[in-house]
């Protein structure tokens, strides 16, 4: 049973009002609201249980270095990644990503190798392989979405050559919410002896996820679009993987002993988490995940997926609204453009005082803008609290939008 009512009431931002107005969020693909429970653990742990993790020998520091550790095992059971030394904590998505490029990537790669990517990806699975096509001659293959903003994946398989040495693809689009069949690309990548990784920033939030299942070889998550704590989030690393990887960020906490002469690395996963993590993020993430599981991943899919039919009947209703992306399956993200002079800008700052948060602009996709023509998009993106009515009450406030514009 999916008690919404309860749900909202776990979630005290939604009820305050904006612009005189109730607060309709629906802006998190950029960033989701947290519950109290994530919040009462952020304040617990800074008030009761705050210390530095792994190097004291104190009570305090034991506790903290307790309750952070823990996230790494709520991670793996979120991911159905088996061994929990599989998941590299981080501070999310990007650093994850750049980890692979800096840590896997640049010190295997060649000028002439290959890196496969879908044309949607998200600015954090395209600028660190731009890093190593300027620095190591590496190149960039695209493989473009269908007319309806879905990813063929027997397209991007078919784009791995003789000289790819990886693919690197979203499980869901930020921008379209094109949902991709990464076990099919991962499947027949393998088949080819290539790699993948799966940005799931955007995935993980709406779907359940098993990265056993999927195959794939890394898998990246961020905390703060999961209901949790921003500046927290991990990476899943297959253990060939790991073995592969040389530590990125050199610091305290990744080494066992420095000396002048050299230094002896800390075992995997901890080799690859340098420096004083984001204590309290972790473990507000922790709970944040714990409170999805709770919820149940198939339970929050499921309602989405009315809330994804409704707002596509409804936009698309409005013809004066072009809806960028209406694959079948996608998450409940969705982008769109209004005929006539409207800005997205504009039409973002309308909603707003109507209460109704949406974002505007590029959305970190310049790629997948230049293939769709468009310089910006409204997007609204929704969530495990959202509701048919919030559909219903952006409907009017583009209808509002679209009487001062036109
Ligand atoms: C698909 C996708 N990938 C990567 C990211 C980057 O996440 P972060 O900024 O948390 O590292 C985002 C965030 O918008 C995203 O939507």
Aim: with cysteine.
């Amino acid at each position: 049973m999916y008690d919404l009512d309860k749900i909202r009431a776990d979630f005290p931002i939604l009820s305050r009002e904006v612009n005189g107005k109730p607060l309709t969020y629906l802006d998190n693909g950029a960033s989701a609201q947290k519950p109290q429970v994530v919040i009462d653990a952020i304040t617990k742990a800074y008030a009761e249980e705050y210390s530095n993790v792994h190097r004291g020998l104190h009570f305090l520091s034991n506790l903290a270095t307790e309750k952070y550790e823990a996230v790494r095992g709520i991670i793996a059971r979120f991911l159905n990644a088996g061994d929990e030394n599989t998941i590299v904590l981080n501070s999310g998505t990007t650093e994850g990503i750049n980890l692979v490029a800096y840590g896997w990537a640049m010190p295997r790669f060649e000028a002439g190798d290959e890196i496969v990517l879908s044309v949607m990806e998200h600015h954090a699975n395209i600028v660190p392989w731009h890093f190593l096509r300027e620095r190591q001659g590496v190149v960039l293959k695209w493989v473009d979405t269908e007319a309806d903003g879905s990813l063929d994946p027997q397209k991007v398989i078919d784009a791995i050559g003789p000289k790819t040495k990886l693919v690197a693809v979203t499980q869901c689009s930020n921008v379209l919410g094109t949902v991709v069949d990464v076990k099919a690309i991962t499947h027949g990548a393998h088949s080819k002896g290539v790699p993948v990784l799966v940005d799931g920033s955007q995935g993980a939030v709406h779907m359940p996820v098993d990265v056993q299942d999927i195959g794939c070889d890394f898998y990246a998550i961020t905390g703060h679009k999961l209901y949790g704590p921003s500046g927290s989030g991990a990476i899943y690393i297959k253990p060939e993987r790991m073995a592969e990887m040389r530590p990125f960020i050199g610091g305290g906490d990744m080494i066992k002993e420095v000396s002048k002469e050299g230094i002896i690395y800390n075992d995997p996963p901890m080799k690859f988490e340098a420096g004083t993590p984001g204590i309290v993020q972790t473990i507000g993430l922790g709970v944040a995940l714990e409170y999805m599981m709770e919820l149940g991943m198939d339970n929050i899919a499921k309602h989405e997926g009315g809330l994804r039919d409704y707002a596509m009947q409804r936009l698309t209703g409005l013809n004066w609204i072009n809806v960028q992306g209406q694959a079948p399956g996608k998450a409940a993200i969705f982008s769109f453009t209004m005929e006539g002079a409207a800005h997205a800008h504009d039409i973002s700052t309308i909603l707003d005082k109507k209460g109704v948060a949406v974002r505007a602009g590029h959305h970190c996709a310049g790629p997948l803008m230049d293939h769709l023509g468009v310089s910006a998009t409204c997007r609204a993106s929704f969530g495990l609290y959202n509701t048919k009515e919030e559909v219903d009450t952006l409907v009017d406030a583009l209808e509002l939008a679209h009487e001062l514009f036109a």
